[in-house]
């Protein structure tokens, strides 16, 4: 029978997720709050609002690599998948906090572009990401 990426599948890797991103699980206002990665407009945002709550509000948490993305291409790896594979793919792509606005962009862009590849997809849409340190 097929795998299919559905509701337990998408909360088993948005916790896997949460951990290769904070090292932790949580809601959605706990990683935020933890998450470096941010687009420099959530960071402004942030540093305008001064309060945590509303900007957190107006902010979500975004893959990178869309998770689904991730789902197909470990399914295309058969047996050959691995737990290592899986983890580092997770590390090696951690969530990002942009604005609700980039959202919509991110979304738009992907409707938009013929040459759509994952990797690109804050390039496609202008979003400039930071480290916070």
Not at 11 to 38: E, H, W, Y
């Amino acid at each position: 029978m097929d795998a299919k990426y559905d509701q337990a599948m998408s909360l088993l890797l948005r916790v896997l997720s949460n951990f290769a991103t904070v090292g932790c699980d949580g809601g959605s206002f706990a990683i935020k709050q933890l998450n470096p990665r941010m687009s420099v407009s959530a960071k402004l945002l942030r540093e305008t609002l001064h309060d945590d709550k509303k900007w957190a509000s107006e902010t979500i948490n975004e893959h990178p690599m869309p998770l689904k993305d991730m789902w197909k291409s470990w399914r295309n790896e058969g047996n050959s998948l691995s737990e290592k594979k899986i983890w580092d793919d997770l590390v090696s792509h951690p969530m990002v906090t942009i604005t609700k606005q980039e959202d919509a962009r991110l979304r738009d862009a992907e409707k938009h572009t013929t040459d759509y590849v994952p990797h690109k997809r804050y390039e496609y849409a202008s979003i400039e990401l930071v480290l916070l340190g």
